[in-house]
Structure formats: structure tokens, C-alpha cells
């Protein structure tokens, strides 16, 4: 049985709701974003603004840090520590200051930076993903020590990325060249998502991931459609044959040597994935099983990109190549480079009409799993049913977060844990990104209420 006053953290975190949101609003107001073609002074303003949040909480072990990507540096990171006192834990609070471009600005309802509230949600680019998960680590400590003060003695280091939307390049070089500057017994990730607005989720699994780009060739020059058209098929139709390969008639992914994990705990009914995906109403619904399964723990194959001549610029020839990047979400329990090998050998095995294939490999990302047994994990659980009320859902996440294998191999005895302020219609890498208030408060008293627990009972 936890001695941990709810009450007074509920009532210390709702006294600086006021102060967090308008953090919150400053910095989605900061467009920093990570790809080379934006302005990485914005960035760097980013980084700034955040470390100054972060001082104000009084920290004074606060650093802005980034670590070589050739010829530049990585994004910033924002690194702070509170040490832990004698005998406590310390827990790694990470999050990403760096957004996605805004995309169309005629698709927003809002100006894209600057923070709007229109019914209980605030609208702007961040503040769901990740700028409130900033937040939430910052106004959750605030809370903590104005109800404990001293008495409050875990460790907490903050790590707010740099470049997480940019696909963290540098990451795995930044852990490694301050490995014990970051060193936890435990890890929070604030980048994830509930279950829908009132219902919180810990995320318990995340599929891995490859990708790559299949090249099909069938003539060594474009030809003239008409003189040739016929005994030869241009090289867009092979392609779309090949695609057509990497699923079965029911739309599964149809690649050897691919697995499922095991099936999951609750599912994800029909109508709420139609309403939360935007499918159209006359589109079926692809694999079998349950649609939990489908997004969690079954491989999911996309076509993400294909480079053939466009409609405006097409003429009466047999195209000779075209290309095709393909995206693969897997199991876990997969092994990326066996995922990998598959693919390659689908795609030479598959090659319609005796076309020359090639595939050339991309990025891999371990698939993760949690082991909701673990004290962190049960603390969570605890922690998020006492914020909302309500019990939290186990789920699993059909995207990849590649950084978490990362941290796994660096810290393995590190528990981990994958929190996050989004919703089913918080819009992420979309126009009109917005983040519910009211989930956000909860958030906000969930990590609140794990960090005392920690600091009561340990890891």
C-alpha cells in the first residue's frame, strides 16, 4: 500500500496548469525543425528556450549538447541532472524538442506555430509531439517539489532531444560519447499515445521496422510505345505486379520468413479504427485476426514512394525502370536483419516477366516489449489509473520508436517505459496537431504520481 498523497499532487499540478500551458504555447511558437532545409537557428532557439524552462525550476546542472553527423553537428540536446540522494533510484525523463514541418499551410485551421485552444484542445505543431512531453516531465518535477521538497531524492536527468523527427542520427553516438551522464535505473519516453481521449494507455510493445528501395529494369533505353508496346510490358506495370506479391488476396503480408507475436490482451474494435484512420467507408479492412493484432503484432508492409515519370510529363514510351521504397513494420520478436534477407529474397524470387530486380536495403529498428511485471511498469499502471480515474489500457503501438533499441543496448539493465499525451485524433505529422487539455493535465499528475511512488518505494 503507497503512502503517496494523490490529493496534493492533483492540486499541486492543477495550481500549475496556468504556468505549463503557456510554457507549452512559447515553445510551439519556436519552428525548430531538424531537416537541413529549415533554419537550424530555430533549432538552436528551440534548445534555448527549453533549457530555460528547465532552469527555472531551478536546476542548475543544465546543458545544451550535440555530438558530430560529418561534417556538422546533430541537433541540440537539452541535458539536465537533479542528483539522486543516497540510496534513490535515478530516472531519465526523455522527450524531443524538434517538430515536423508544418506542411500545407492552407490544410491548417490554425496558424501552425502559434498555439491556439479551440474546445478543451490546443492546436500548433508540437504540442502534441513532443513539446507537451517536455511539459509533462518539467510541470510533473515542479509539482513534486513543491509538495515534497527535500524529501523528494530521486535522481531525475532530463534528455530532451534534438532531432527525433529528423529520424535521430546522431543518437546512438550521443549515448555513447555521455553514457554516464545519462546513465538511469530507469527511463521514461514521453512520445507515444493513449487509448482514446479519457482512457490512458502504458505502451507495452512497439513494432520494429526495415525499409528499402526495390529497382525493376527492363530495357536499357525508353521506347516508343506504339512500335513496341505489346510483346513488351514497360517497367511501371512490372513494378506494380512485383508490389502486388508482398501481399495475399486478403491483403496480409505475404513474405517468407516473416513472424507474428503472440496475440493481444484487448482489441481495437472496428468502428473506432475506421473513425480514428479516415478510411474510406467503402474500404475493407486488410489481414486477419483481430485489428489489435493487425496493428501490433503482425508485420505490415507500405509502399511509401515510387519514382516513375509523372502525369504531366508523361509520353507514348515503354518506361524502361522504375523504383519503388517500401516500408516494413515488424513483429516483435522479429529480427531485423532477417526481416531484411527476406525481403531481398521475395523480391528476387518474385521478378515478373524475367524483369531484372534489385533491392537495395535502408534503415533497420528493433522491435520492443515491456515487461509489464517489472516494479516500474506496475508503478505506471498505478500511476495512470490514479490520474484518470480509469484503468489503463495495456497496448501496443503499430509505429517504430528505432532510438529504443538503442537505449536498451546501451543501459540493458535500465527499465523502460513508453508514456505519451497524444490521442487517436491529436493528428501527429499532420495538419491541425492538436493536444486534449484535459488528458494533458492527467498526464501531467500520472508521471507526478509514478515519480513519488519511485521515490517511495524504489525500482
Known sequence: MTNVNVEKLAAAVDSGMGYTISSLEQLVSIPG????????????????????????????????????????AGGPA???????????????????????????????????????????????????DDKAGIMVHLASLRALLEVLGDDFGVGVTFFFEGEEEAGSPTFRTFLETHRELLRADAIIVADSSNWKVGVPALTTSLRGLVDGTV???????AVHSGMFGGPLLDAPTLLARLIATF????????????????????DYPEEDFRRDSSVLDSVQLAGTG??????????????????????????????????AKISLRLA?????????????????????????????????????????TAPAARSALWALEQAWGTQPVEAGMGGSIPFIADLTEVYPQAQILITGVEDPDSRAHSANESLHLGDFRNAVLAQALLLARVNEEGI
Not at 536495403?361 to 520492443?368: D, I, L, N
Request: aromatic letters at 6%.
Open 247 to 266: 501481399h495475399d488476396d486478403g491483403g496480409a503480408v505475404a513474405i517468407d520468413g516473416l513472424i507474428s507475436a503472440p496475440a493481444a490482451s484487448v
Open 332 to 372: 516483435p520478436g522479429q529480427d531485423p536483419d532477417r526481416a531484411m534477407e527476406a525481403v531481398a529474397a521475395h523480391v528476387a524470387s518474385h521478378a515478373p516477366f524475367g524483369a531484372e530486380t534489385t533491392f537495395v536495403p535502408g534503415e533497420r529498428g528493433q522491435a520492443f516489449a515491456t515487461d509489464t
Open 33 to 72: 525543425v531538424a531537416w537541413a532545409a529549415f533554419d537550424q537557428q530555430d533549432l538552436v532557439r528551440s534548445a534555448d528556450a527549453v533549457a530555460g524552462l528547465v532552469r527555472e525550476l531551478g536546476l542548475e546542472d543544465v546543458q545544451i549538447l550535440s555530438v558530430p553527423n560529418g561534417e556538422s
Open 215 to 221: 529497382e525493376l529494369r527492363v530495357l536499357d533505353h
Open 78 to 128: 537539452v541535458v539536465a541532472r537533479r542528483p539522486a540522494a543516497a540510496g534513490k533510484p535515478t530516472v531519465l525523463l526523455y522527450a524531443h524538442h524538434d517538430v515536423q514541418p508544418p506542411g500545407d499551410p492552407a490544410l491548417w485551421k490554425t496558424e501552425p506555430f502559434k498555439a491556439t485552444e479551440i474546445d478543451g484542445r490546443l492546436y500548433g505543431r508540437g504540442a502534441a
Open 290 to 323: 483481430s485489428i489489435a493484432d493487425r496493428l501490433w503484432n503482425k508485420p505490415a508492409m507500405s509502399v511509401i514512394g515510387i519514382d516513375a515519370p509523372s502525369v504531366e510529363l508523361a509520353s507514348n514510351t515503354l518506361i524502361p525502370s522504375a523504383r
